[in-house]
Structure formats: C-alpha cells, structure tokens
T-cell receptor, first 115, second 109 residues
Framework: EAGVTQFPSHSVIEKGQTVTLRCDPI?????LYWYRRVMGKEIKFLLH????????ESGMPNNRFLAERTGGTYSTLKVQPAELEDSGVYFC?????????????FGPGTRLTVL | DAKTTQPPSMDCAEGRAANLPCNHS???????VYWYRQIHSQGPQYIIH???NNETNEMASLIITEDRKSSTLILPHATLRDTAVYYC??????????FGKGTKLSVKP
C-alpha cells in the first residue's frame, strides 16, 4: 500500500511568487491534514479536511494560504504571494476515520524556500 | 488539551533499551498519549499510542502510570537508525496533533 506522497520535494521561489504544493493521501483515507515547520519552530497544524470539506482551518496563518481538496482525493496548498517567513517544511498527513484513536500517517514533506 | 514535558535530549548505547519519559500531569480521562518520531528531515512517523493500559507493538512499548500523569516509551534494542526526535503528544478532542519540542535521542555505537 502506497503511503502519503507529496510533490514537489523541494521548491525554491522568490518573494512575491506563487507556489502550489500537492498531497496525495493514502487511498481510502477521508481525513487529510496539513502541517508545517518553519525555521527553528515546532511542527504546527494548518488545517484538516474531511473528504472535500474543511473541518478545521484554525491553523492557517493568513489569507495568502489557500487549501483545496476537490473531489475528496488529493489536496493542494497554494501560497500566494509567498513571503520570506513562509520558508519551511510543509507536511501532509492522512487518516482513515478521524477521532482520538485514528492514526495520522505523514508524508515526506515539501521543503519550501522563499528567497 | 494537556501539555507534555520531555527532556530535550538523551543518549543510548546501541543494543540497549532506550527509555524516553514524558510528563503529562494535566491529562484528562479521555485523552490519549501518542508517540511519533522524526528521523532527520523525514516526515513524522507514528510509533504507538495508548489510553491507560500498557501497549506494545513491533516498534516499541508504551508504559503509562496508573495515575496517567506520565508515560515512558521503550525501544527495547535501540539501533543507530533509531536516532531521531521523539514526540510525546496528548491528543484530546481536537483532530490535529500538537507537537512540542520532543526529545532528541542519539543512539551511539
């Protein structure tokens, strides 16, 4: 069974540009989460999809970030326009049912560098 | 949700058991203890979770004290590949995971 995959693995862009990150969850997993770690900080939650609906987007830092999950399969996270402080590693995770005992499985992450 | 306290770093000799402690004194009755680890710059990897009973799987054992205010993750025979940052997370009503700074475990030959 394939795990969570993320694309690209690395992205280097200039300040003001747009970048779109993609996450493919484990097949059959309704729940999809985005997290990120910016330089020197802890891993922080961004948002949570249940199928195509946003269940919780309390961690989204500002309106430059837009996440979508059309059709309830893969998800994209767009940053527009990118700022220097957006540099970091963006992780995606998926889980089957949600809830306290539902294990989240993480992808390898996308390393974003904004110059 | 309850916060956790972990030592910032620990060393362990290869082949020996690694015992990683975690304090969660404000844990509530329905909150689970989860452990993840992050090896170098990879994505966090699930290890184990438990509510109040001790748990064991192919990777590790989780020992939770009777009052549930602390727990210990045990890697029975640590290898060099177990060198990683280990996160103890108390998971309550929210769906997301709240990561702290974790414990950086260094397994030495």
């Amino acid at each position: 069974e394939a795990g969570v995959t993320q694309f690209p693995s690395h992205s280097v862009i200039e300040k003001g540009q747009t970048v779109t990150l993609r996450c493919d969850p484990i097949s059959g997993h309704d729940n999809l989460y985005w997290y990120r770690r910016v330089m020197g900080k802890e891993i922080k939650f961004l948002l949570h999809f249940v199928k195509e609906s946003k269940q919780d987007e309390s961690g989204m830092p500002n309106n430059r970030f837009l996440a979508e999950r059309t059709g309830g399969t893969y998800s994209t996270l767009k940053v527009q326009p990118a700022e220097l402080e957006d540099s970091g590693v963006y992780f995606c995770a998926s889980s089957q049912r949600g809830g306290l005992t539902d294990t989240q499985y993480f992808g390898p992450g996308t390393r974003l560098t904004v110059l | 949700d309850a916060k956790t306290t972990q030592p910032p770093s620990m060393d362990c000799a290869e082949g020996r058991a690694a015992n990683l402690p975690c304090n969660h004194s404000t844990i509530s009755g329905n909150e689970y203890v989860y452990w993840y680890r992050q090896i170098h710059s990879q994505g966090p990897q699930y290890i184990i979770h438990g509510l109040k009973n001790n748990e064991t799987n192919e990777m590790a054992s989780l020992i939770i004290t009777e009052d549930r205010k602390s727990s210990t993750l045990i890697l029975p025979h640590a290898t060099l590949r177990d060198t990683a940052v280990y996160y103890c997370i108390v998971r309550g009503s929210q769906g997301n995971l709240i990561f702290g700074k974790g414990t950086k475990l260094s397994v030495k030959p």
